[in-house]
């Protein structure tokens, strides 16, 4: 906010918070599906093929659970700076 003008729109910083928050929740169950369809695999899948490719989807999983948490992070963050926005409007109008 600068000059006593509004340079962001509470309202579509609300509407990309939701659409953050339904696609970080769409990878944490992508991710556990991918998981448990992985490990039905491995029953029939067992030589060491299949437990490198278990290594590699592993460290794929914890970039995955990164990108989750900093998009919680950034997602209660983007929340707290719509709040000021709205308090701002608030007081303006």
Known sequence: MSDGRM?????MQREF???LNRKIYDIGRMT???ES???LLGHKWTDRE???FRK???GLKVVLAAFVEE??????ELARSATLAEDYQ???D
């Open 90 to 92: 608030k007081i303006r």
């Open 32 to 34: 556990e599906l991918f």
């Open 7 to 11: 340079e962001v729109d509470p309202k």
């Open 50 to 52: 299949y437990e490198e």
């Open 71 to 76: 998009g919680r992070r950034l997602s209660a």
């Open 37 to 39: 369809r992985l490990t």
């Open 56 to 58: 590699k989807i592993a």
């Open 17 to 19: 918070i939701e659409v």
